[in-house]
């Protein structure tokens, strides 16, 4: 057989993460305290760095064991490196970057099939990953959702299967109803509630006891009618260039000098990166703050159409970072607010339904479905099981518990 030997030249674009990026990107992701704390070490070791402004004064010895805690999403990318599951690494840390302060997605899934242009098997396969993890019960829709993982997980099966089909019947605690769906007797529910029992609703609490302790990326104000966002930045570094030419041909000096300019250079993105998405997110919630008016539907793709960064660059950036607002300090992805079906926003939604239910009558109670009906006559679209989950939410009981009995 006699055989050919070709050659074919191909143009493939390829992208790949070096150190330095790397590095990049994960200070996008730290909050103020631990900024500020890298700068004060930066100030003490590096030779090259001076400050023209004195540093941020931050009781550190307070927090320091605070500040040095691991966080949620360190725990999670850490297991996932140990992970022998086949996954995609933008999607799953997509997910990872997106949970909220409870550990929880941020978002109903429908949000991420339309952000991360994916099915939902692909979205539910990398979820599965995340909620095979520690603490048991992270990466939930909700706190119902959280223990039906850890009641899966821990084998109780009868207790997953009561609590996954009649959750609603069981929120409500009524034995007859509950016997009657479920044809169990009064002390067969009693075991399997024993098992519900002993799940945490909010596994990842312990992440989160430090949330207090905050300080605010950004200021705003209103001046003249102006929304004014005013930074809140790091010392002003500068790099003592006359100090190195002295001492240019020792190789350890070369280092220092090299890594005073990347630090430089890092903080000088992240922070131009911080403000031009806060600028972009408060320019969308213009109404929110000249008018107390609802927040606006607003996603990761509007700010990516808006601003030119990627989704997961900004859901990196909006991590840890905060606002303050009226003496009051708020975090910056609260400005997020996910669409119904309908287009409508959440925060609206929610508004709507705490206004309704506070002037109902307490004792006929409006249902959920009866909230439905409500909020179309407002112009306000979505499905009676989304008006069950934003009530959950909102803790506020089902109709049942909110009537007054005579």
Not at 147 to 168: D, H, S
Request: aromatic letters at 10%; glycine letters at 2%.
């Amino acid at each position: 057989m006699k055989q050919k030997m070709s050659y074919q030249q191909t143009l493939k674009q390829t992208f790949k993460l070096n150190q330095k990026m790397i590095n990049s990107l994960d200070f996008l992701k730290v909050d103020n305290v631990e900024i500020n704390q890298m700068i004060d070490e930066a100030l003490q070791t590096n030779p090259f760095l001076e400050t023209k402004t004195l540093p941020v004064e931050h009781d550190y010895n307070y927090l320091e064991n605070i500040s040095h805690k691991i966080t949620l999403q360190e725990e999670l990318y850490h297991q996932l490196y140990g992970c022998k599951e086949s996954y995609d690494e933008e999607i799953i840390s997509y997910i990872i970057e997106s949970l909220n302060d409870k550990g929880f997605l941020s978002y109903p899934k429908e949000t991420y099939f339309e952000e991360l242009n994916i099915s939902k098997e692909i979205f539910e396969r990398n979820l599965k990953i995340i909620q095979s993890f520690e603490p048991v019960g992270v990466g939930a829709q909700d706190t119902i959702d959280s223990i039906c993982i850890q009641l899966k997980k821990a084998n109780k099966i009868k207790a997953y299967k009561l609590m996954k089909l009649y959750k609603n019947v069981i929120l409500t605690q009524n034995y007859n109803l509950i016997e009657k769906r479920t044809r169990l007797t009064k002390k067969e529910i009693d075991e399997l509630f024993k098992d519900i029992k002993q799940c945490d609703p909010f596994p990842c609490s312990q992440y989160f006891s430090f949330e207090n302790y905050i300080y605010p990326d950004i200021n705003i104000t209103i001046e003249n009618n102006e929304i004014i966002i005013t930074p809140i930045n790091q010392p002003d570094l500068i790099v003592n260039d006359s100090l190195y030419q002295v001492v240019k041909n020792d190789e350890q000096m070369k280092k220092y000098f090299q890594e005073a300019h990347f630090l430089i250079e890092n903080l000088t993105k992240r922070n131009k990166t911080i403000l031009m998405i806060a600028n972009e997110l408060v320019a969308i919630q213009e109404g929110y703050f000249k008018y107390q008016d609802e927040l606006i539907a607003c996603t990761l793709s509007d700010l990516e159409a808006r601003c030119g960064f990627h989704k997961s660059t900004i859901s990196r950036t909006l991590n840890n970072k905060y606002y303050s607002f009226h003496n009051e300090i708020f975090p910056l992805k609260n400005l997020l607010v996910s669409k119904t079906n309908s287009g409508d926003s959440s925060d609206s939604i929610k508004k709507a339904l705490v206004l309704l239910i506070s002037n109902e009558n307490k004792n006929k109670p409006l249902s959920d479905e009866a909230l439905v009906k409500k909020l179309e006559e407002l112009d306000l679209h979505c499905s009676r099981r989304v008006i069950t989950k934003y009530r959950q939410q909102l803790s506020i009981p089902s109709s049942s518990k909110r009537k007054i009995k005579n």
